[in-house]
C-alpha cells in the first residue's frame, strides 16, 4: 500500500512558474511508476506525466512538452514535478499517482493503483 500527498500548487501568473511535490510513504519493496494528472472544473481526468520510478524515464502530454519536468527523488520517496511557462489553461487540481506497471508512453488513469489527495495549481493571466 502507498499514500500520497501532493503539495506545491498555489497562485502564479502566466509565464510563471511552480513546483509540485509528491511524497510517497508505505513500505514496500516494489518500485513504482509514478504519474502526474490534472482535472479542470468539467472536465475528465487528463494525464501529464508519467515517470518510471526507478528507470529515469519520463513521458509528457502534448501541451506540456518542453515546459514541464517530471523529477524523482527516491531516497526521499518523492516525485516533482517543475512547471515552467504556465499558461492559464494549466489552471486545474494536480493529481499524483502510484502504480506498479509500467509502459515505455503516457500511462492513463487505468494503470495506477493509488493516488493523492490532489492540489490546485491556478494560473491567472
Known amino acids: 500500500q502507498v499514500q500520497l500527498v501532493e503539495s506545491g500548487g498555489g497562485l502564479v501568473q502566466a509565464g510563471g512558474s511552480l513546483r509540485l511535490s509528491c511524497a510517497a510513504s508505505g513500505r514496500t519493496f516494489s518500485s513504482y511508476t509514478m504519474g502526474w494528472f490534472r482535472q479542470a472544473p468539467g472536465k475528465e481526468r487528463e494525464p501529464v506525466a508519467t515517470i518510471s520510478w526507478n528507470g529515469g524515464s519520463t513521458y509528457y502530454t502534448d501541451s506540456v512538452k518542453g515546459r514541464f519536468t517530471s523529477s524523482r527523488d527516491n531516497a526521499k520517496n518523492t516525485v516533482y514535478l517543475q512547471m515552467n511557462s504556465l499558461k492559464p489553461e494549466d489552471t486545474a487540481v494536480y493529481y499524483c499517482?502510484?502504480?506498479?506497471?509500467?509502459?515505455?508512453?503516457?500511462?492513463?488513469?487505468?494503470?495506477?493503483?493509488?493516488w493523492g489527495q490532489g492540489t490546485q495549481v491556478t494560473v491567472s493571466s
Open positions: 499517482a502510484a502504480g506498479r506497471r509500467f509502459r515505455p508512453y503516457i500511462m492513463t488513469t487505468a494503470d495506477y493503483d493509488y
